[in-house]
């Protein structure tokens, strides 16, 4: 089981980037797919979660409007576009797997983190 999140790296307050979390080893389908991101000296929180059902999305309220989660199931991989970024989203970007869905609190699959930092 692998999943290969990447895109991350330095920008500029109001900039934008992609990250992609990439899964390989379980049922695509089957999972959640969300994004979690843990700043210095932070507990890590969650930002955003696609539903693998019903396409159902969710936001923390301090990204919605700004980011932006997708997916492409034939490639197995999942989006976050960040727009309008802030140096509050400064932090390590993880995405994760849940075979109960995005309200669910168990997290199956863990990836490793891509670092964001937003420079103002």
């Known amino acids: 089981v692998q999943l290969q999140a990447s895109g991350g790296g330095l920008v500029q307050a109001g900039g934008s980037l992609r990250l992609s979390c990439a899964a390989s080893g379980f049922t695509f389908d089957d999972y959640a797919i969300g994004w979690f991101r843990q700043a210095p000296g932070k507990d890590r929180e969650g930002v955003s979660c696609i539903s693998s059902s019903d396409s159902s999305t969710y936001y923390t309220d301090s990204v919605k409007g700004r980011f932006t989660i997708s997916s492409d199931n034939a490639k197995n991989t999942v989006y976050l576009q960040m727009n309008s970024l802030k140096p509050e989203d400064t932090a390590v970007y993880y995405c994760?797997?849940?075979?109960?869905?995005?309200?669910?609190?168990?997290?199956?699959?863990w990836g490793q983190g891509t670092l964001v930092t937003v420079s103002s």
């Open positions: 994760a797997a849940r075979s109960r869905g995005c309200t669910a609190r168990l997290i199956d699959y």
